[in-house]
C-alpha cells in the first residue's frame, strides 16, 4: 500500500519570512529609550518636560504585552501603509508605521526627466489632488526659470486646484465612512468625484493623473461650456454637503466614534511638523492659501476653517467645511475668470503654434527642440509650497543650468503627518486605529514617492 | 502690477537673524523667494538651527539631502567650501509668516552631522529618509534605521553615482540597451 495522504511540496520563497529588520517595532528591551519615547508618543520633551517611557507608562510589564503587525494590505490603511502596535489587552501602548512599500523612486525619476516631462512625474505622487502636485512643481520652476504666468493661466490652475480639492476630501469622506462602517457615505463620495473627475477629463483628456499644469501656464484653455459645467459642479456638491451632514454629522454612532478620539495640541503638532487639516483642528489658523497667499488666493474670499479639540471629529468637519469653501472660491473663479492666454508667450517655455509649425522651419526646429531636449533652466535652487489638501506641499529644486533638475525633492505632507500617528494612537483602543489612519489622511503614493 | 496682485503683501521679507555671538560669522545668501539661506558649518549647525528655533520658527517644514557630486560648480558666498552632500532644512515661522533655509555641508568620505532630533521631533522621518537615499548619518538620531528601502538593501540610491535601474522593454526587434 502506498501512501495516502497528499503533500504538495512548498517553494522556498513562499515560506521565506519577510523581516525589515530594524525598520520594524522591537520589544522594550532591545529599543533604546529615545527611540521608546518616540514610539509611545512622548513629542514635547523639549520645553523641559522631559517624559521617560517608564513615567508614562502606567500599564503592566512588557511580557503581558502583544505586539501586533497591521498591514500593509490590510483595507483600511488607505494603500499599503504597515503599522506595528504594542497592545495591552485591547489598548495601543506603542505604534511605529514602517512604509516604503510603495517606493517607486520618483525623485529620481525626476532627476532623469526634463523639465517639460516633470509634471508627469509629480502628478502620480498624491494620486489623489494630481492638480496640486502640478501647481507646486510648476511654481517652483517658473520660479527659478524667472517667468510671469498669464492671469487667466493662474485662475484657471486655481480653479482647478480647488475642484481637486474638493474631489480629494470627497474620497476621504467616502474611505473615512466606509472606515466607520457607513457603506452609504462611501458610494455617495464616490458618487459626487465622478462629477469632478467627468470634468477634468473633459479639460484634460484624463481624469487622473492629469499633466494639466505645465511650466509657463496649462496645458489646454478650457472647453467650451465650462462654465455651465463648473456651475453644475459647484450647485450639486454644495446642496450634498448637507446630505452628508444628515448622513454623518448628527448621527450618535458616528459622533461616538469620533468625537473626543485621539486628540493633538497645537504645541505637539508645531513640534512634529504637522500641516494641514490636522493643523487647523488643533486651533492654528495656518492655510497657505491666506497665509503666505500664491496664485491669487488673495483676490478671493474665503474661510480657514479651524477646529478646537484636535479630535477626530474636528479633522472630520475641517474636511467636510473646506469643500464647501472650495465651491465658494471656485464660484468667485467663475465670475472673476480673466480672459487672455492660458499659457505664456515667452517662446522660451512654449512651444509655437499649430500653424507656425506647417510655414516656418524655425518654428519647426524650435518646437523639436522643446519637446526632446526641453527648456534650460538657470542655476539655483528654490523651495516653493502650497497648501494641498493634506497640508503643505513643497517641492525643492535644484537646477545646474541644464534641461532636467538635478535634484527634485518633494516635501510631501503625508510623509510628515504620519509622524503624528504614534502619538495620537497612545492610550487609544484597537479599533480606534482605523479612525486615527484615517482622519490623518495618508496617501501612499506620496508618502513613499 | 501692485503688490496686491503679486500676493508679496503678507509675506514677510527677508529679516537678518542675529545669531549669538559666540557663533561667530554664519555665512548666508538671499534666495529667490524672499527667504534667505544660511551656510553653517558642522560645528555651527545645531546652535544656528536653535538660534532660529528661538526665534520664532515653530517648524521644521522640510529636510532633504543634495549630492552634489557632478555639479560642483554651484554658487556659495564667500568663506563656504562646497562638499559633496549637503542637508538643506527649510523652517517656517508661523508667527511671523516667513522662512529660512539652512544649508550644511557634509564630507564625502563620511557624510555625518548633527541629529535636529532634539530640536524639532518632526525631523525624525525627513533625517531617515535623508540617511537611507544619500547615506548622511545623523549623530543623535534615536533611530537611523533606512525608511523607504527595505532594511538589507545595498547602496544609497539617490546618490548621483548609483546606477538607474533599467527593465527592458519588450519589443520583438529591437532589444533595448542594458
Known sequence: MTDTFRTVERPDTLTVETSEGAQELRQREFTANEELNREVGAVLRLDGRVLSSDSIDVERQDDETMIINMGPSHPS????????????????????????????????????????????????????????????YCLAVEKLLGIEVPERATWIRMMMGELNRISSHLVWMATNGMDLGSTSMMIYGLRERELVLAFFEK?????????????????????????????????TIEARTYEYDQLLTGQAIFRNRMEGVAPITAEEALALGVTGPL???TGVPWDLRRTMPYLAYDQVDFDVIVGTYGDNFDRYSIRL???????????????????GDYRTQDSKVTPPPRA??????????????????????????????????R???????????????????VRAPSFVNLQAVPLLMRGGLMSDTITVISTVDPVMGEVDR | MDSRRTGRRSIG??????????????????????DISYFPTREQYVAVVQACRDEGFEMCVDLCGVDYLTHPGRELPEGVVGERFEVVVNLLSLSQRRRVRIRVQANADRPEVDSL??????????????????????????????????????????????????????????PGPR
Request: aromatic share 8%.
Open chain 1, 77 to 136: 490603511t488607505h494603500g499599503v501603509l504597515r503599522l506595528m502596535l504594542e497592545l495591552d489587552g485591547e489598548v495601543v501602548l506603542r505604534t511605529k508605521s514602517v512604509i516604503g512599500y510603495l517606493h517607486t523612486g520618483m525623485e529620481k525619476t525626476g532627476e532623469e526627466l526634463s523639465y517639460v516631462q516633470g509634471g508627469t512625474n509629480v502628478t502620480r505622487m498624491d494620486y489623489l489632488s494630481p492638480v496640486n502636485n502640478e501647481i507646486s
Open chain 1, 203 to 235: 479639460v484634460a483628456g484624463l481624469r487622473l493623473n492629469l499633466n494639466y499644469v505645465r511650466p509657463g501656464g496649462v496645458a489646454a484653455d478650457l472647453p467650451d461650456g465650462w462654465h455651465d459645467d463648473v456651475q453644475v459642479i459647484c450647485d
Open chain 1, 279 to 281: 493643523l487647523r483642528s
Open chain 1, 321 to 339: 467645511n473646506e469643500i464647501r469653501e472650495s465651491v465658494k472660491i471656485v464660484r468667485q473663479c467663475l465670475d472673476m475668470m480673466p480672459r
Open chain 1, 356 to 389: 507656425r509649425i506647417d510655414e516656418s522651419m524655425e518654428a519647426l526646429i524650435h518646437h523639436f527642440k522643446l519637446f526632446t531636449e526641453g527648456f534650460h533652466v538657470p542655476i539655483g535652487e528654490v523651495y516653493s509650497a502650497i497648501e494641498s489638501p
Open chain 1, 391 to 409: 497640508g503643505e506641499l513643497g517641492c525643492y529644486i535644484v537646477s545646474d543650468g541644464g534641461p532636467k533638475p538635478y535634484r527634485i525633492h
Open chain 2, 13 to 34: 521679507h527677508a529679516e537678518v537673524i542675529n545669531f549669538p555671538a559666540a557663533l561667530g560669522t554664519v555665512a548666508s545668501a538671499p534666495g529667490l523667494n524672499a
Open chain 2, 117 to 174: 532630533f532634539s530640536l524639532y521631533p518632526g525631523t525624525e522621518a525627513m533625517e531617515r529618509e535623508a540617511f537611507d537615499l544619500y547615506g548622511v548619518l545623523f549623530t543623535g538620531h534615536p533611530d537611523l534605521s533606512r525608511i523607504l528601502m527595505p532594511e538589507d538593501w545595498e547602496g544609497h540610491p539617490l546618490r548621483k553615482d548609483y546606477g538607474l535601474g533599467r527593465v527592458p522593454v519588450q519589443f520583438k526587434q529591437t
